[in-house]
């Protein structure tokens, strides 16, 4: 899957909560509370007015608007710098149950298709990130997440 970047303009770097900082050709997600999250030889950012282009056998089969995947959610995308290939991708949660959601769909995809769980994993270790750094997340009973 690659995502077809915007044409003509830069594309949409602002996170709700989050700045991303771009050393030389490193992207780093900083956290409010002063933590980063630095992926090497990728391009981090909003991924909800990005369309993503599915190929089969080298050709393409299929669009889909990363905002439509999810309706409700701020998603952030890790792209890879070279070809723009969709890494993995998480939500910013704002409570627990939207975090077990998203984790639980991932699973449930995961049972559906042979070879995907690395790049699902690094999804779900994303979304923990996001939530455990999000300002703006809802109070709630810790469970240790």
Known sequence: MYVKMPSGTEFDFSLPGFEIE??????????????????????????????????YNGKEVDKVMLRDVLPKQTVVIVLSCDKHELLCFAPICKNKKELVSFIAGMYKFCDCYDNIYAHARQGIDLALWLYKHNPSKEKETEWGI
């Open 22 to 55: 771009k050393f030389d050709s490193e992207y780093c997600l900083c956290a409010q509370d002063a933590a980063n999250l630095n992926v090497p030889g990728t391009i981090l950012c909003c991924g909800n007015q990005m369309q993503a282009l599915l190929f």
